[in-house]
């Protein structure tokens, strides 16, 4: 039987029902410092919604400062790994939440930080797969932020290396998966090819280069999205960066076996 619950979740982390999605992680308070002074944290989730985009994600902490409102068009995403640059092993993460805490906090998912190649990986695969044995029996999907990075990763942009780590994060119950950029940027297709779950790609161009064009280039390549923070809410207009980032996401796709989520009318947002 389907988890129902897990689908109207899933439904909601995808505003216009395409099965594409564009995250903005604000989870980088924890691992480097603000993301932009306390005075402007309203306003910038407001610049977000404003954009379109489909989902932030917080801790359970700063889930809490979030007026309910500003979340009408939003979905909310509450992430349960951290670690911070100052610690002595910076790909080292721990759980400091767990599913239930985020379904209090009115969370439509939750994401779990992996780092394979990590002297921790051992430790991080087991929170993994607990919390997805977790967000099963609750209906709430899981997001992987799996990643290749640790002293034995010699390219973390391997295309090889990269379908290896989304498949783990598919075998141990993620629901969608978010990792690296390959290089060259058109082999993500076949990293996606290889992956029976989502697979969206953080951050933005390893050169500098234009991230909407960036995009772009991902999103032919059959990514089901992106995951852009730092180049958002550094911008100088962070509202109409995530507009032009969700035009390209939801752009209408001529992929025919591009799937999309099943069509619900109770709950949607």
């Excluded at 349960?80 to 985020?102: P, Q």
């Excluded at 709430?140 to 990643?147: H, V």
């Amino acid at each position: 039987m389907a988890n129902t619950g897990k689908l109207f979740r899933m439904r909601r982390l995808s505003s216009a029902n395409d099965g594409r999605h564009l995250f903005v992680p604000l989870d980088h308070s924890v691992s480097d410092g603000p993301v932009v002074p306390n005075d402007r944290w309203h306003d910038l989730l407001r610049d977000l919604v404003a954009g379109g985009a489909d989902a932030i994600i917080v801790h359970k902490g700063r889930a809490r400062t979030i007026p309910p409102d500003v979340l009408a068009t939003c979905a909310l995403v509450v992430h349960l790994s951290a670690g911070t640059s100052h610690a002595a092993d910076t790909n080292a993460k721990v759980l400091v939440g767990e599913a239930e805490d985020a379904l209090r906090l009115g969370a439509d998912a939750v994401s779990v930080h992996v780092n394979i190649g990590s002297d921790t990986e051992e430790r991080q695969l087991a929170d993994l797969g607990a919390v997805a044995t977790a967000c099963d029996a609750w209906g709430l999907p899981l997001i992987a932020m799996a990643y290749a990075r640790g002293p034995r990763i010699t390219d973390p942009h391997d295309p090889v290396l990269l379908a290896h780590v989304v498949n783990i994060a598919a075998d141990l119950g993620a629901d969608i998966v978010k990792t690296s950029v390959t290089l060259p940027v058109h082999r993500l297709a076949e990293v996606v090819a290889s992956s029976p779950i989502p697979v969206l790609v953080a951050g933005g161009p390893t050169d500098g280069s234009d991230v909407v064009a960036h995009a772009t280039e991902v999103m032919a390549a059959g990514c089901a999205g992106l995951a852009v923070g730092r180049k958002v809410f550094t911008s100088t207009n962070p509202a109409s960066l995530v507009a032009r980032l969700a035009a390209v996401v939801h752009a209408p796709n001529p992929r025919a076996d591009f799937p999309r989520l099943p069509t619900m009318t109770t709950g949607a947002r």
